[in-house]
């Protein structure tokens, strides 16, 4: 069943945002002068070799006559990394050393029902009993 696929990943999404903040409140704590640019740099770059290495794994190299215009990925890579992800991570740097992890936690909550919402407003896709559910 293909959906299983997918539970799986949205499980393991749950399991590591629970041990993304317990990680980083240790690694706030212990380490008061690492920057958190720093720190959300290696994030970053470990997770960007591990998603190549599973997407390789997976799916293959993948043709560059496919990629399409080159300037275009890579504007979309800039932006998703470095605005969206980058600014969001360090928002959340913030929520966790001054709101301490568990309460910083749960604006993760708040994701879910926002793409439901936009995947309403944008695809007309109307939420299931699944997706109220989860």
């Known amino acids: 069943d293909p959906s299983i696929w997918g539970t799986l990943a949205v499980l393991g999404m ?3 945002y629970g041990t993304s903040v317990l990680l980083n ?3 706030f704590s212990e380490f008061k002068t ?3 640019l720093t720190n959300l740099f290696h994030q970053l770059v470990s997770g960007l070799i591990a998603s190549l290495l599973i997407s ?3 799916e293959g190299f993948p043709n560059p006559q496919e990629w399409g215009s080159f300037k275009t990925i890579l504007i979309a890579e800039l932006y998703l990394g470095c605005i969206s992800t980058g600014v969001a991570f360090l928002l959340f740097y913030k929520l966790i ?3 301490g992890s568990v309460r910083a936690a749960t604006v993760t909550y708040v994701v879910p029902a926002v793409a439901l919402g936009f ?3 944008i695809n007309s896709n109307v939420p299931g009993v ?3 559910v989860g």
């Open 119 to 121: 995947d309403l407003l």
């Open 56 to 58: 390789f794994i997976f």
């Open 97 to 99: 050393k001054v709101w």
């Open 34 to 36: 690492l920057h958190p």
């Open 130 to 132: 699944h997706e109220f």
């Open 14 to 16: 749950a399991i590591s």
């Open 25 to 27: 409140r240790r690694v």
